[in-house]
């Protein structure tokens, strides 16, 4: 099979090299000369890469070898499925799962549990051209005619993620005269982001990071835990998977800190990316438009689900938003209906600021794709980082355009991107104080708002990796 990079890249700069949905940027040395400021890299069918050298020649390049714990989480290698190395997460791993069940024992047989991101919805609505709803529930038929039992919706999980990040940045600001390095806090939703923070600057950023874990991981706590012991089950005769925009949530899934000993099982056993469920579509010769709709299950017995819900500011999951009113009202008695987004070097790094009686008192941004992270990063470094929250994501624009997502050959894809956005944005919103079911299990399954088992369950920790020395030229 041809490699999907075949062909002849041009690179002006080896920062066009870095980023989500782009080319990995571990397997290859290149020598860029001063002066030329363009290297040439000829990519072969069977995936070997050649620089093409100044007399018009070719030289093979050194090819890396690629494992977890060198992954940048750039999203480059695990787009090209000649390499995908994280066997353990795919959707042929769901099938077997599916496939054993069939001839199991009874007892025997594991409950197959798929939570949906709104993100990969919106990017399957698009492609089949149906409304989120009719694709949530057509997404449920699919995956119940396969073997599937329960299929849930991550914006479920996503009202906790929220309510813990408001908690955390009130916490953090009023703790601010007590610790330099209380703020600003750093949003830790994307795993793409946390990877690089722990493996490029770990022990300067993390006491930044929010410890708040992100919407798939606080379903794994859901599922593995409270799902588990309403089913009466041990967590490890659940296997949940996931369905997300990015290869990234793999790298999140397969964290230890996110792995039971007792029970030998993760929280997240496998995630499928919204394209491999397209292709599991193909596979099983199913086209989702043609499916008959399905009723959505829903975790909280209490709370019927009709169509899935949302949450206000914008396809990464609306962290800034949400902290913003919050803090704004929590701290400052100030309620802010709608947020002015102030654009700054880009459209992809902006800031929103509350000012009371002329002075700015509160000041956030939203940072996306890795040449404006690097930049905050570097403001930080040279203690000029004016803000006290940022959101940020590794790819440009987001979730939405995440690795992961669908292409459309014959539409453009700044124009599918819009569509999609458009798709994710026509379904229904609420606070995530305000969602059915919450309520009730922060206060039968975590025993309270701020309780230690809240805590345990609904926050992790970031651990600063070794840099492993590399002959590779990457400039970060
Ligand atoms: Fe994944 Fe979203 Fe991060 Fe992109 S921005 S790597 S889609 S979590």
Same mark, same amino acid.
């Given at each position: 099979?041809?490699?999907?990079?075949?062909?002849?890249?041009?690179?002006?700069?080896?920062?066009?090299?870095?980023?989500?949905?782009?080319?990995?940027?571990?397997?290859?040395?290149?020598?860029?000369?001063?002066?030329?400021?363009?290297?040439?890299?000829?990519?072969?069918?069977?995936?070997?890469?050649?620089?093409?050298?100044?007399?018009?020649?070719?030289?093979?390049?050194?090819?890396?070898?690629?494992?977890?714990?060198?992954?940048?989480?750039?999203?480059?290698?695990?787009?090209?499925?000649?390499?995908?190395?994280?066997?353990?997460?795919?959707?042929?791993?769901?099938?077997?799962?599916?496939?054993?069940?069939?001839?199991?024992?009874?007892?025997?047989?594991?409950?197959?549990?798929?939570?949906?991101?709104?993100?990969?919805?919106?990017?399957?609505?698009?492609?089949?051209?149906?409304?989120?709803?009719?694709?949530?529930?057509?997404?449920?038929?699919?995956?119940?005619?396969?073997?599937?039992?329960?299929?849930?919706?991550?914006?479920?999980?996503?009202?906790? =993620? @929220?309510?813990? #990040?408001?908690?955390?940045?009130?916490?953090?600001?009023?703790?601010?005269? &007590? *610790?330099?390095?209380? +703020?600003?806090?750093?949003?830790?939703?994307?795993?793409?982001?946390?990877?690089?923070?722990?493996?490029?600057?770990?022990?300067?950023?993390?006491?930044?990071?929010?410890?708040?874990?992100?919407?798939?991981?606080?379903?794994?706590?859901?599922?593995?835990?409270?799902?588990?012991?309403?089913?009466?089950?041990?967590?490890?005769?659940?296997?949940?998977?996931?369905?997300?925009?990015?290869?990234?949530?793999?790298?999140?899934?397969?964290?230890?800190?996110?792995?039971?000993?007792?029970?030998?099982?993760?929280?997240?056993?496998?995630?499928?990316?919204?394209?491999?469920?397209?292709?599991?579509?193909?596979?099983?010769?199913?086209?989702?438009?043609?499916?008959?709709?399905?009723?959505?299950? =829903? @975790?909280?017995? #209490?709370?019927?689900?009709?169509?899935?819900?949302?949450?206000?500011?914008? &396809? *990464?999951?609306?962290? +800034?938003?949400?902290?913003?009113?919050?803090?704004?009202?929590?701290?400052?008695?100030?309620?802010?209906?709608?947020?002015?987004?102030?654009?700054?070097?880009?459209?992809?790094?902006?800031?929103?600021?509350?000012?009371?009686?002329?002075?700015?008192?509160?000041?956030?941004?939203?940072?996306?794709?890795?040449?404006?992270?690097?930049?905050?990063?570097?403001?930080?470094?040279?203690?000029?980082?004016?803000?006290?929250?940022?959101?940020?994501?590794?790819?440009?624009?987001?979730?939405?355009?995440?690795?992961?997502?669908?292409?459309?050959?014959?539409?453009?894809?700044?124009?599918?991107?819009?569509?999609?956005?458009?798709?994710?944005?026509?379904?229904?919103?609420?606070?995530?104080?305000?969602?059915?079911?919450?309520?009730?299990?922060?206060?039968?399954?975590?025993?309270?708002?701020?309780?230690?088992?809240?805590?345990? +369950?609904?926050?992790?920790?970031?651990?600063?990796?070794?840099?492993?020395?590399?002959?590779?030229?990457?400039?970060?």
């Amino acid at each position: 099979m041809a490699s999907p990079f075949s062909g002849v890249l041009q690179l002006t700069d080896l920062d066009d090299f870095i980023g989500p949905s782009q080319d990995c940027i571990k397997p290859m040395k290149v020598d860029k000369r001063s002066g030329s400021g363009v290297a040439k890299i000829h990519i072969e069918d069977d995936g070997s890469y050649f620089q093409v050298t100044q007399d018009g020649g070719t030289r093979k390049l050194e090819k890396a070898k690629i494992s977890l714990d060198d992954c940048l989480a750039c999203s480059g290698c695990v787009t090209s499925a000649e390499t995908v190395l994280i066997t353990q997460q795919s959707h042929e791993e769901l099938r077997k799962v599916i496939d054993a069940n069939k001839t199991a024992a009874p007892g025997q047989q594991k409950l197959v549990v798929v939570s949906v991101s709104p993100q990969s919805r919106a990017s399957l609505a698009a492609q089949f051209g149906l409304n989120p709803t009719d694709t949530a529930r057509k997404l449920t038929a699919f995956f119940k005619k396969i073997g599937v039992h329960y299929v849930f919706d991550t914006s479920f999980s996503r009202n906790f =993620s @929220l309510l813990e #990040s408001q908690r955390e940045f009130v916490q953090r600001f009023r703790g601010q005269a &007590g *610790s330099q390095q209380a +703020l600003p806090v750093l949003a830790s939703a994307c795993p793409g982001w946390i990877c690089y923070a722990e493996k490029t600057h770990g022990s300067f950023l993390i006491p930044y990071l929010s410890t708040v874990r992100s919407p798939q991981q606080v379903m794994g706590s859901l599922v593995k835990d409270f799902f588990a012991q309403q089913q009466h089950l041990t967590p490890d005769s659940i296997y949940h998977v996931t369905v997300m925009p990015c290869y990234d949530k793999k790298l999140e899934a397969s964290r230890p800190d996110f792995f039971s000993q007792d029970y030998q099982t993760r929280d997240v056993d496998c995630v499928v990316t919204t394209g491999e469920v397209f292709k599991l579509l193909e596979e099983e010769g199913i086209s989702l438009s043609e499916l008959e709709p399905a009723p959505l299950d =829903s @975790l909280c017995s #209490s709370v019927s689900a009709q169509e899935p819900s949302s949450h206000r500011g914008g &396809g *990464s999951g609306g962290y +800034l938003e949400h902290v913003f009113q919050h803090a704004a009202r929590e701290l400052f008695g100030i309620h802010v209906d709608e947020i002015t987004y102030r654009p700054l070097r880009n459209k992809d790094f902006q800031e929103v600021t509350l000012e009371k009686e002329g002075q700015i008192v509160l000041h956030f941004a939203a940072a996306y794709g890795f040449r404006n992270i690097q930049n905050l990063v570097q403001k930080l470094k040279r203690g000029r980082c004016p803000y006290h929250y940022v959101e940020v994501m590794a790819c440009p624009a987001g979730c939405l355009n995440g690795g992961g997502q669908l292409k459309a050959p014959n539409t453009p894809g700044k124009e599918l991107l819009q569509r999609v956005e458009t798709l994710y944005s026509m379904v229904r919103t609420e606070a995530p104080e305000d969602a059915p079911g919450i309520q009730e299990l922060y206060r039968c399954w975590l025993q309270g708002e701020g309780s230690e088992r809240a805590g345990r +369950l609904l926050h992790t920790s970031y651990h600063a990796v070794e840099k492993a020395s590399s002959s590779l030229g990457i400039r970060w």
